[in-house]
C-alpha cells in the first residue's frame, strides 16, 4: 500500500497518513487541524521532555526483561494479573513513532497509526492489555480524573481501535503506569526516585469512528474553521490581527 503525509489533497490516490496525535489535535481545535493538515501551516513544536523520555525509554527496558523470559513484571503481580508483557514479532515496530499499530481505513482513504508504549496480554482469555508510561513530579495524589488528562483516555482509546482492527482480542481496561518524582528528599545526590502507581483505565472507542468521518469532512472543505476561544493558539492569533502583524 502506497501513503503519503503532510497536506491532505482530495485528489489524491493513494491513502493519507494521519496519526493518533492529529486526530487528537482534531479534537483540541478543528481550526489548528485544517490549518495543519489541509494548508501546511502547523503550530509552533513544543519543547521536548526529556526526562519523560529517558523514563519511558528505562520502563521499555525492565518490561522487556519480563518479556523476553515471559514472566509477570512485579507491577503486574501486585494488580493480580495473569498476564506477562506481550511477546510479538511487530513490538518493536508498534513502539516506533512513525509507524507504531496501524491501521488503513477504505472508507475514509487513511493510513492511521500510533505508537504503544506497551502491551501485555491476560493469559486467562488471551487479551491484549494497552500500557501507557507516564511521569510527573506531583506532591499530591496521582489520578487522571484532570479536564486536561481526557486526552490521555483517548489515547489509550485510540490504540485498542487500532489493536482491534489488526484482529486482537483486546481488553476494554488498559493500565497508566505513573511515575511520580520524589520532590521531598532532603538532598538530590544525583539520584531522582519515583513512587509508582498504577492506575486502571476503562476505556471505550465509541467516538472514534464519528471523529474520523468528521477530520474527512473537514479536510474535504474549503472554508477554515472559525476561531476557538479555548484554544491558546487561537486567541494569539486572534488578538494580533488587528495590528495586522
Request: glycine content about 4%.
Amino acid at each position: 500500500m502506497n501513503y503519503y503525509r503532510g497536506k491532505y489533497n482530495p485528489n489524491e490516490e493513494r491513502f493519507f497518513k494521519l496519526s493518533r496525535s492529529k486526530v487528537e489535535s482534531f479534537v483540541q481545535c478543528k481550526r489548528c487541524f485544517y490549518l495543519d493538515r489541509k494548508l501546511g501551516i502547523a503550530q509552533p513544536p513544543g519543547f521536548p521532555f526529556n526526562l519523560n523520555s529517558a523514563v519511558d525509554n528505562l520502563l521499555k527496558n525492565e518490561f522487556d526483561h519480563y518479556r523476553n523470559i515471559q514472566e509477570p513484571h512485579p507491577y503486574i503481580t501486585q494488580l493480580g494479573l495473569n498476564a506477562v508483557p506481550f511477546q510479538h514479532e511487530n513490538i518493536e515496530r508498534w513502539r516506533a513513532n512513525f509507524t507504531g499499530v496501524s491501521y488503513d481505513h477504505f472508507d475514509l482513504k487513511f493510513h492511521l497509526f500510533g505508537a504503544v508504549d506497551d502491551l501485555w496480554i491476560n493469559l486467562a482469555n488471551q487479551e491484549l492489555i494497552v500500557v501507557d508510561y507516564k511521569s510527573t513530579s506531583k506532591s499530591s495524589e496521582i489520578t487522571i480524573d484532570a479536564d486536561w488528562q481526557m486526552s490521555y483516555k483517548r489515547q489509550m482509546e485510540f490504540y485498542q481501535y487500532l489493536l482491534r482492527r489488526n484482529g486482537f482480542k483486546v481488553s476494554n481496561t488498559g493500565y497508566f503506569v505513573y511515575c511520580n518524582g520524589d520532590r521531598g528528599r532532603e538532598r538530590f545526590n544525583e539520584v531522582l526516585e519515583f513512587k509508582m502507581s498504577l492506575i486502571p483505565y476503562t476505556g471505550s472507542e465509541k467516538w472514534i469512528e464519528s471523529t474520523l468521518f468528521d477530520i474527512f469532512e473537514l479536510l474535504n472543505q474549503d472554508a477554515i474553521p472559525s476561531f476557538k476561544k479555548s484554544c491558546k493558539y487561537c486567541q494569539y492569533i486572534e488578538k494580533t490581527q488587528p495590528y495586522n502583524i
